[in-house]
Nanobody
């Protein structure tokens, strides 16, 4: 099992930046991908970015690459999402997730076995 704890959310003005962190604990040696998803009120959860735990390969939703950057620190068992040039439409609860089953689709939420509790990001105009 893996436990995930997000942090770093908050209120920011449009054009600002936030860095989200997700600390993993437990059986982290089995992590294959880590992903970030978000869910805005009244909308479905959507993929933002993912990273392969060992190789560091990154995957992004169309339209966020260049604004969002995913990275990881294996020594700290932590994955980050650096978000720049934030827009009001980025307002959502952001979740990190871990895939321990080596599924081939890092952008699909059903690929992930464990989820954090989420951190709220609010971007004011």
């Amino acid at each position: 099992q893996v436990q995930l704890a997000e942090s770093g959310g908050g209120l920011v003005q449009a054009g600002g930046s936030l860095r989200l962190s997700c600390a993993a604990s437990g059986d982290t040696s089995k992590i294959y991908h880590m992903g970030w998803f978000r869910q805005a009120p009244g909308k479905e959860r959507e993929f933002e970015a993912a990273i392969s735990w060992s190789a560091g390969n990154t995957y992004y939703k169309d339209g966020v690459k260049g604004r969002f950057t995913i990275s990881r620190d294996n020594a700290k068992n932590t994955v980050y999402l650096q978000m720049n040039s934030l827009k009001p439409e980025d307002t959502a609860i952001y979740y990190c997730a871990a895939d321990l089953s080596r599924r081939p689709l890092p952008g699909w939420d059903r690929s992930y076995d464990y989820w954090g509790q989420g951190t709220q990001v609010t971007v004011s105009s």
